[in-house]
Nanobody, 118 residues
Framework: QVQLVDSGGGLVQAGGSLRLSCVVT????????MGWFRQAPGKERQFVAA????????VYADPVKGRFTISRDKAANTVYLQMNNLKPEDSDIYHC???????????WGQGTQVTVSS
């Protein structure tokens, strides 16, 4: 049984940084993709970033390019999202995900709230 537990959210001032973590219980295959998404209440879920578990190649949504970095620690079965130069519009609930491809996610974390004050 695969489970994802994400954490690391909080309240930060604009320009600040946060690092989100997602610990995965269960097997992760090299072909799997780990992703981060964000969603505000009543709005559609938005893609933030993703990385291939084996190769480590990554993709980012345009609004976060140059500010966010996704990484993974294979030994710890953990994926991270380092968020720098945060803006108020980055405020959302962030969810990690595990899937078969960039557009196919099967498992989700419970979400962690990020709030950026201006």
């Amino acid at each position: 049984q695969v489970q994802l537990v994400d954490s690391g959210g909080g309240l930060v001032q604009a320009g600040g940084s946060l690092r989100l973590s997602c610990v995965v219980t269960g097997r992760i295959y090299s072909s799997n993709v780990m992703g981060w998404f964000r969603q505000a209440p009543g709005k559609e879920r938005q893609f933030v970033a993703a990385t291939r578990w084996g190769a480590g190649n990554s993709v980012y949504a345009d609004p976060v390019k140059g500010r966010f970095t996704i990484s993974r620690d294979k030994a710890a079965n953990t994926v991270y999202l380092q968020m720098n130069n945060l803006k108020p519009e980055d405020s959302d609930i962030y969810h990690c995900s595990l899937g078969r491809g960039i557009s196919e996610y099967d498992y989700w974390g419970q979400g962690t709230q990020v709030t950026v004050s201006s």
